[in-house]
């Protein structure tokens, strides 16, 4: 079987990273994340940074020593066997493609702002381009990922800087009626505003070095994203208020409007126009690695293993993905619904990814790990249980609704996994 291509380095892997974190997340979800935690929404996404950094030091060891693309079904399936790699890949390849449809709409509603262009056609060719481009090359993604997240900071930055001379002119610490509580459930919210960390480890058979520049990749991505969300989170309040906030379908573009007026507003149009398409792109990238790494371990269809002949790419896996998420581009309407469903599958992964490394510290005390996450008790690794019992906490601030989908999703999943892909004979064993 042909291999994938390693032409990434660490500056390509942690634009990814950032670009696809400083993506749909902060642009669209601000807005009614203000809503629900008032001028503290802030303190909302350093909730949420905290349970990224301690599962990103999690991903970051394990893929130190399992440099695998498809990361987390080998991770889980080395740590607890087959079943749980199977469910915990299945809920994130479909909470991953649902994303993707999710922002390919509001690139669509974006665009049919400026040019009146019908949402469903715009958000279904985005998505098709990005596979394209997807298909064509990993390095080349990477370098078109790079120059939109260029263009996402320029954005944010704008709207920092027209917060500046507004900074410590309201009280940071007030909330809405909702306290405490409403502080944390806009940090599961905008969780979905740090989507991409544990998508660098995907590139790990792409990457020069990977069991040194993944884990550093992971790491710089949590940290840069943190200090510009947590400075635009302020700024934004400071310039609008959390009420207008959670009102406008357009915050960011809206505070930069308040502060320099019309083509302001246009401005930040157009880059949230690349902002999103960059996210969508990174979303179907993730996905389709991740269901690429599972077909190769024969749990899904042999031919989404599949390489292009002469790009190199896991090009059935992007078109399978790419067509998931055209086929629910039409049925979205709510993008805070789908956020949180795709937030209660990303955090049921991290309870299982921060398990593993604690049962791996155990299993293989003695595995060569390049990256080893420091403070423990014993063989007991202290911040992968912090993950897990942050990870759980965010999880009870998703929503009936999000939970009881994603339970519906897993037991799609169980299905699946029982069917006896390409004559495997190990379904039935969760440990085989």
Request: overall charge neutral.
């Amino acid at each position: 079987m042909s291999e994938l291509k390693r032409s990434l380095g660490l500056v390509e892997t942690t634009l990814m990273g950032v670009g696809v974190m400083l993506g749909a997340g902060i642009y669209a979800l601000v807005g009614q994340a203000a809503l629900l935690a008032g001028n503290a929404v802030w303190l909302s996404f350093l909730i949420a940074s905290v349970v990224a950094s301690c599962t990103g030091l999690s991903y970051a060891e394990l893929s130190s020593f399992i440099p695998k693309a498809g990361g987390e079904y080998y991770y889980t399936s080395r740590a607890m066997g087959r079943l749980v790699a199977f469910l915990v890949s299945w809920l994130l390849v479909i909470g991953i493609a649902i994303a993707a449809a999710a922002v390919a709409l509001g690139f669509a509603g974006y665009l049919n702002a400026l040019t009146s262009t019908d949402p469903i056609w715009a958000a279904s060719l985005l998505v098709a381009a990005t596979a394209g481009l997807l298909i064509y090359g990993i390095q080349q993604s990477a370098w078109v990922a790079g120059i939109c997240t260029v263009l996402e900071l320029i954005g944010l930055v704008v709207v920092i800087w027209v917060g500046l001379p507004k900074l410590g002119t309201i009280n940071y610490f007030e909330m809405t009626p909702a306290g405490s509580a409403g502080v944390v459930s806009a940090g599961a919210l905008i969780f979905f505003a740090y989507i991409g960390f544990e998508e660098i480890v995907q590139l790990s058979e792409e990457t020069r070095d990977a069991t040194r520049n993944i884990p550093r990749a992971v790491l710089l991505s949590i940290a840069i994203t943190t200090v510009v969300y947590v400075l635009v989170a302020a700024s934004v309040v400071s310039v609008m208020g959390w009420e207008q906030l959670g009102a406008s379908e357009a915050p960011l573009a809206d505070v930069a409007a308040m502060a320099l007026g019309h083509k302001a507003f246009l401005g930040l149009s157009v880059i949230a126009l690349f902002s999103t398409g960059n996210t969508v792109l990174i979303l179907i990238m993730s996905a389709a690695r991740l269901l690429y790494g599972m077909a190769e371990d024969g749990k899904m269809p042999k031919i989404l293993a599949a390489i292009h002949r002469t790009r190199r790419s896991p090009y059935t896996a992007t078109l399978a993905v790419a067509a998931v998420s055209v086929a629910i581009i039409a049925a979205l309407k709510d993008i805070t619904a789908v956020a949180n469903l795709t937030n209660f599958a990303l955090l049921t992964a991290f309870v299982i990814i921060n398990s593993a490394v604690v049962v791996l510290r155990y299993r293989e005390p003695n595995a060569p790990r390049p990256f080893r996450i420091p403070g423990r008790i014993g063989k007991l690794p202290l911040i992968p249980v912090v993950g897990i019992i942050t990870s759980s906490f965010l999880l009870y601030y998703v929503g009936v609704t999000a939970i009881l989908l994603g339970i519906g999703l897993g037991m799609i999943g169980l299905v699946l996994y029982l069917i006896p892909f390409n004559g495997s004979d190990d379904a039935a064993s969760p440990a085989s």
